[in-house]
Nanobody, 124 residues
Framework: QVQLAESGGGLVQAGGSLRLSCAASGRTFSTYAMGWFRQAPGKERDFVAAISWRGARRYYADSVKGRFTISTDNAKNTVYLQMSSLKPEDTAVYYC?????????????????WGQGTQVTVSS
């Protein structure tokens, strides 16, 4: 079992920044990659960013490239999502997820453990 706990969400004005954290606990040694997804009301859960556990590979959705940065702190078993230049359309519940696949996937069904989510609201 792997437990994931997100934090760092909140309300921010457009153009502002937030840093989300996702602390992993449990059987994390089998983790290959971590991802961030988001889901706005009435919409599907969308890929945001993903990173291999040692940080060698990183991938981003086109909508966040240049604005968001994903990183890991292996000593703390934590993955971060630094979000800058936030826009109202970034408003969503953000989820972190883990996969033990031998690659870094961008599809939600390829992740086997999920956190509870943290709300990010960007006001215009």
């Amino acid at each position: 079992q792997v437990q994931l706990a997100e934090s760092g969400g909140g309300l921010v004005q457009a153009g502002g920044s937030l840093r989300l954290s996702c602390a992993a606990s449990g059987r994390t040694f089998s983790t290959y990659a971590m991802g961030w997804f988001r889901q706005a009301p009435g919409k599907e859960r969308d890929f945001v960013a993903a990173i291999s556990w040692r940080g060698a590979r990183r991938y981003y959705a086109d909508s966040v490239k240049g604005r968001f940065t994903i990183s890991t702190d292996n000593a703390k078993n934590t993955v971060y999502l630094q979000m800058s230049s936030l826009k109202p359309e970034d408003t969503a519940v953000y989820y972190c997820a883990r996969t033990n696949s031998d690659y870094v996937p961008s599809r939600a069904y390829e992740y086997d453990y999920w956190g509870q989510g943290t709300q990010v609201t960007v006001s215009s």
